[in-house]
């Protein structure tokens, strides 16, 4: 026994880091406080914040579609996502950006409903399929539907939604179980993953399955996951974090605080002196390819998502969209900024061998660069990883025109060319 012990002295301890006094308890209601406010601003609208629309309307997603239905967002002002991730002030600038949903939860396509006989409709991608930082008619859909006469629908989805062969086919059923030709967009800075089509078998599911019945244990297992995406798309739009960011951001300027966000974006200027700003990824993605393992799994989910799509007698073309680095790295870093073989091109190669229609737009436009530079008239925004209303109108000629076996020589750029 301890000898302090038994003469009842009272031992030793660690003195608590926050003893219960006046500053702990204030700091405790400033917590619970704090916790109260960020619960209660979630409960109500969030359009006063004035985050990118696609985050509030993605807060109450439905279990196939993304967004919460027959809304409309204005986003004023509209700020370059890139230059906000590096804490920069910005000097890019467009007009507001209207965000609006459809009856069925997806991104408004003007002119066209639920009713509507359906020739196209878009897939994959994420923000470039349903048009972030786009106003509504300046969508790929809209552009196709407006300016081609190719009647298509939105069906982007959120990054964070998986299942997506599930959300088609019940999408379709919706649509009056229609069978348009999909156009499936791959993003560069993001390659899609087999795991987002179709959920993977868990270690339970056979036993699961023996036990409720396949087709019970499943509406259980989906209903499961459904909840917890909601939960985390509810949970992911922080008002309190949101504020306190930019408060930390504002003071975070390199006057007052070290400014910790600029590692993760590169500046570059274009010829005119006008700044360019990168996302870290976007050079990385471009200055160092993906390897051989990499280009099979695309390969991989393209032959499989080709596979499914024909099961429900439909047909795909994949829209290879390179990342701004690899357009205009050539112009702000000079020729030979991004190595050769372009990947895109290697896919596009792979993906023809198998019968699987194309559209590269690198081939397109990375030729356009520096006449893009030189006219100002960008496919993508300079302080914004998406594409421009310009960069959306380029894109929808090229398919347009593939659609319509339309066959035509290129231009001195090559805009107008059937890759």
């Known amino acids: 026994m301890n000898p302090a012990a038994e003469k009842g002295q009272k031992l030793p301890g660690r003195r608590p880091l926050l003893q219960s006094g006046p500053l702990a308890r204030t700091m405790t209601a400033i917590l619970i406080l704090w916790i109260g406010l960020d619960i209660g601003l979630r409960i109500g609208p969030v359009a006063w914040l004035n985050t990118l629309p696609q985050l509030q309307l993605a807060r109450i997603p439905g279990r196939f579609h993304p967004f919460i239905p027959s809304q409309a967002l204005v986003q004023n002002p509209w700020v370059g996502e890139t230059a906000l991730a590096g804490n920069l002030t910005p000097t890019e600038f467009r007009d507001p950006v209207r965000f609006s949903t459809d009856e069925l939860g997806y991104r408004l396509t003007p002119g066209v409903t639920p009713q509507t006989k359906i020739e196209a409709l878009t897939f994959g991608g994420d923000s470039l399929s349903y048009g972030g930082s786009l106003s509504d008619d300046e969508t790929l859909a809209s552009v196709l539907t407006r300016d081609h006469g190719i009647v298509t629908y939105n069906a982007g989805h959120f990054f964070r939604d998986t299942e997506l062969l599930a959300s088609l086919d019940?999408?379709?059923k919706k649509l009056g179980n229609q069978r348009p030709e999909i156009l499936e967009l791959f993003w560069e800075n993001n390659p899609p993953a087999i795991s987002r089509l179709e959920y993977r078998r868990w270690q339970i599911d056979g036993p699961g399955e023996r036990l409720l019945g396949s087709s019970e244990y499943h509406r259980i297992r989906q209903s499961a996951q459904f909840a917890k995406r909601a939960v985390q798309s509810w949970w992911a739009l922080s008002p309190a974090e949101v504020i306190s960011t930019r408060l930390i951001k504002r003071i975070s300027n390199d006057r007052i605080l070290p400014n910790p966000y600029l590692p993760g974006v590169q500046v570059r200027k274009l010829p005119d002196g006008r700044r360019f700003v990168f996302l870290q990824k976007e050079v990385e993605v471009a200055k160092n390819p993906p390897d051989d393992r990499q280009l099979q799994a695309d390969i991989t989910y393209y032959s499989h998502l080709s596979s499914r799509l024909a099961e429900r007698g439909m047909r795909m073309r994949v829209l290879l969209i390179p990342n701004r680095y690899s357009v205009y790295g050539q112009v702000v870093d000079g020729e030979g900024a991004v190595p050769s073989p372009r990947y895109l091109n290697r896919l596009e190669a792979e993906l023809r061998q198998k019968g699987i229609a194309t559209v590269n737009l690198?081939?397109?436009?990375?030729?356009?660069?520096?006449?893009?530079?030189?006219?100002?008239?960008?496919?993508?925004?300079?302080?914004?990883?998406?594409?421009?209303?310009?960069?959306?109108?380029?894109?929808?000629?090229?398919?347009?025109?593939?659609?319509?076996?339309?066959?035509?020589?290129?231009?001195?750029?090559?805009?107008?060319?059937?890759?």
Not at 379 to 401: F, K, N
Request: proline share 3%; aromatic share 6%; glycine share 6%.
């Open 362 to 419: 690198l081939r397109a436009w990375q030729p356009e660069a520096n006449h893009d530079a030189a006219t100002g008239n960008l496919s993508y925004y300079r302080e914004d990883h998406h594409w421009t209303s310009e960069g959306v109108r380029r894109a929808a000629r090229l398919i347009a025109a593939q659609m319509r076996d339309v066959s035509s020589k290129p231009a001195a750029g090559g805009l107008n060319a059937v890759q």
């Open 170 to 172: 019940d999408l379709l």
